[in-house]
């Protein structure tokens, strides 16, 4: 079975600041890792993904992430948020089966950005 | 090119009634899989339909089904509504043998 922890429900950051949100996972098989964000009243958008190759996955608005296998972590960061940014983000894993598989979510951080 | 869309977009609903829910793939895709959001929560996979049949299912009971048809769109139906069904349904759909998913708006389905 897999599973998905976000470790931080909610993350205060001042505009321009740069900012990090955590998830690890667990998974007995390999895994395919995914970070999505979710405005308010609005269904999910995908920043980014991590199939195979480079560990450094670079997604749209300016977010990526590094893979880690060994700490079985996905962190999602940013160097400088804008206000734009304030909404929920999940991360995902996927374990790869079935003809396309489901989605394992956490259950969220909060970003919330100020003046 | 349309995403995914779904419909309606609201629904209010009693206790021990039957909803049915809709959704239409992204152009291209065949793939459709749908998942539950309550409020404050991640979306919990309920199942996935491909080639009009189903393919996985989580750990959804009975009452949940589901069915796809010939043009990929799909329906949720939801049997004896509990106070607990209460969530955000997404629909997200993909390409066979593709790992990333499109989602849906989503349905907002509150039971009193």
């Known amino acids: 079975a897999q599973s998905v922890t976000q470790l931080d429900s909610q993350v205060p950051v001042f505009e321009e600041a740069p900012v990090e949100l955590r998830c690890n996972y667990s998974?007995?098989?390999?895994?395919?890792l995914f970070w999505y964000v979710q405005y308010p009243n609005q269904g999910l958008q995908l920043l980014l993904k991590?199939?195979?190759?480079?560990?450094l996955v670079k997604g749209i608005n300016g977010f990526e992430a590094e893979f880690n296998k060994s700490q079985t972590s996905f962190h999602l960061r940013k160097p400088s948020v804008h206000i734009s940014d304030t909404a929920e983000y999940f991360c995902?894993?996927?374990?790869?089966?079935?003809?396309?598989?489901?989605?394992?979510f956490g259950t969220g951080t909060r970003l919330q950005v100020t003046l | 090119d349309a995403g995914v869309t779904q419909s309606p977009t609201h629904l209010i609903k009693t206790r021990g009634q039957q909803v049915t829910l809709r959704c239409s793939p992204k152009?291209?895709?065949?793939?459709v899989s749908w998942y539950q959001q309550a409020l404050g929560q991640g979306p919990q996979f309920i199942f996935q339909?491909?080639?009009?049949?189903?393919?996985q299912r989580g750990n959804f009971p009975d009452r949940f089904s589901g069915h796809q048809f010939p043009n990929y769109s799909s329906e949720l139906n939801v049997n004896a509504l509990l106070l607990g069904d209460s969530a955000l349904y997404l629909c997200?759909?993909?390409?066979?043998?593709?790992?990333?998913?499109?989602f849906g708006p989503g349905t907002r389905l509150t039971v009193t």
């Open positions: 997200a759909s993909s390409l066979v043998g593709d790992y990333e998913q499109y």
């Open positions: 152009s291209g895709h065949d793939t």
């Open positions: 991590y199939l195979s190759g480079s560990t």
């Open positions: 998974s007995s098989v390999s895994v395919y």
């Open positions: 339909y491909y080639e009009e049949e189903e393919r």
């Open positions: 995902a894993v996927s374990d790869g089966s079935g003809t396309a598989s489901k989605l394992t």
